[in-house]
């Protein structure tokens, strides 16, 4: 798949330098003192549990961040079916190099195919709704990049990726400020005279702030944690004047009931904070 706008490679060429310099700082000292410099070997990636494959692109950009002149020989895409035992690719060069970026490659990928899997998993059933599955900020710090680039493989939608990118008034900042009324009044002057392009997304707490949101016209409505019932009540009165999400300690089994409603968007912190890693090693062709 293409990579995400927001995975640049500036992006990706810093979150690669910090994670090494986290993990090497001096030297890789086991392997300096045991592996000759001149070694060349070659190691597969080996997929050990079924899963949706992610991070695939990213092990190929840390190795050759690390040493340009590893050769990397891929057999399994991001966001393929990978079974038990699979390779996914080949790796062949300095063994020195292959040892030293071998734990960040490992950790990225278990990390991104658990939430690709998971994604995948609960996309799969919102197949026949009109409905998408997003992810949230409910993430890793300074891992942000990985986790929604694996949501996205997975089969699911990122939402805003950061504070930055879209104005998004939760119950704290309508609480601190007053009403809905105000703050979106407020919202609209402040992009209007910043001149930037950014929608503008209130959560709702019940059918009168519903209603005072639509007033407001905003670009999104966030329904939260509203039962079904009560989120058919704020669909009919949305009425298509604007986008609509629900959101708010969404289980798996409750997702095709939601989308029944009609709701535009379905948010899912679970997707990013609540995945399981998926078991992969790196393992050397002797």
Same mark, same amino acid.
């Given at each position: 798949?293409?990579?995400?706008?927001?995975?640049?490679?500036?992006?990706?060429?810093?979150?690669?330098?910090?994670?090494?310099?986290?993990?090497?700082?001096?030297? &890789?000292?086991?392997? *300096?003192?045991?592996?000759?410099? =001149?070694?060349?070997? +070659?190691?597969?990636?080996? $997929? #050990?549990?079924?899963?949706?494959?992610?991070?695939?692109?990213?092990?190929?950009?840390?190795?050759?961040?690390?040493?340009?002149?590893?050769?990397?020989?891929?057999?399994?895409?991001?966001?393929?079916?990978?079974?038990?035992?699979?390779?996914?690719?080949?790796?062949?060069?300095?063994?020195?190099?292959?040892?030293?970026?071998?734990?960040?490659?490992?950790?990225?990928?278990?990390?991104?195919?658990?939430?690709?899997?998971?994604?995948?998993?609960?996309?799969?059933?919102?197949?026949?709704?009109?409905?998408?599955?997003?992810?949230?900020?409910?993430?890793?710090?300074?891992?942000?990049?990985?986790?929604?680039?694996?949501?996205?493989?997975?089969?699911?939608?990122?939402?805003?990726?950061?504070?930055? &990118?879209?104005?998004? *008034?939760?119950?704290?900042?309508? =609480?601190?400020?007053? +009403?809905?009324?105000?703050? $979106? #009044?407020?919202?609209?002057?402040?992009?209007?005279?910043?001149?930037?392009?950014?929608?503008?997304?209130?959560?709702?707490?019940?059918?009168?702030?519903?209603?005072?949101?639509?007033?407001?016209?905003?670009?999104?409505?966030?329904?939260?944690?509203?039962?079904?019932?009560?989120?058919?009540?704020?669909?009919?009165?949305?009425?298509?004047?604007?986008?609509?999400?629900?959101?708010?300690?969404?289980?798996?089994?409750?997702?095709?009931?939601?989308?029944?409603?009609?709701?535009?968007?379905?948010?899912?912190?679970?997707?990013?904070?609540?995945?399981?890693?998926?078991?992969?090693?790196?393992?050397?062709?002797?």
């Amino acid at each position: 798949m293409k990579r995400p706008s927001y995975a640049t490679d500036k992006v990706l060429k810093q979150f690669i330098k910090n994670a090494l310099e986290e993990d090497i700082q001096d030297g &890789d000292h086991s392997t *300096l003192s045991t592996i000759p410099k =001149d070694l060349q070997q +070659s190691a597969k990636l080996l $997929v #050990k549990e079924n899963c949706i494959l992610a991070g695939v692109e990213l092990a190929e950009i840390i190795f050759k961040t690390f040493d340009k002149n590893l050769v990397v020989e891929n057999y399994i895409k991001d966001g393929e079916v990978a079974k038990a035992g699979d390779i996914a690719f080949i790796v062949t060069g300095s063994a020195r190099s292959i040892l030293s970026t071998e734990r960040l490659v490992l950790n990225c990928m278990q990390r991104m195919s658990g939430i690709a899997t998971l994604t995948h998993d609960w996309d799969s059933r919102l197949i026949g709704t009109k409905t998408k599955l997003l992810d949230t900020r409910k993430t890793t710090p300074n891992f942000r990049v990985c986790e929604k680039w694996a949501v996205a493989i997975g089969g699911g939608t990122n939402h805003r990726y950061g504070l930055y &990118d879209m104005i998004m *008034l939760k119950d704290n900042h309508i =609480d601190y400020n007053g +009403s809905i009324t105000n703050a $979106v #009044k407020m919202a609209k002057d402040y992009v209007k005279k910043s001149k930037k392009k950014l929608k503008i997304e209130v959560e709702t707490r019940n059918l009168e702030e519903v209603q005072e949101a639509i007033n407001a016209k905003v670009d999104r409505i966030m329904l939260d944690n509203m039962d079904v019932a009560t989120m058919k009540k704020a669909i009919k009165l949305i009425d298509g004047s604007c986008e609509s999400e629900a959101s708010g300690g969404i289980t798996r089994d409750q997702l095709k009931d939601i989308a029944t409603t009609g709701v535009t968007f379905i948010s899912v912190g679970a997707l990013t904070h609540s995945a399981n890693n998926i078991d992969l090693s790196l393992k050397a062709i002797m």
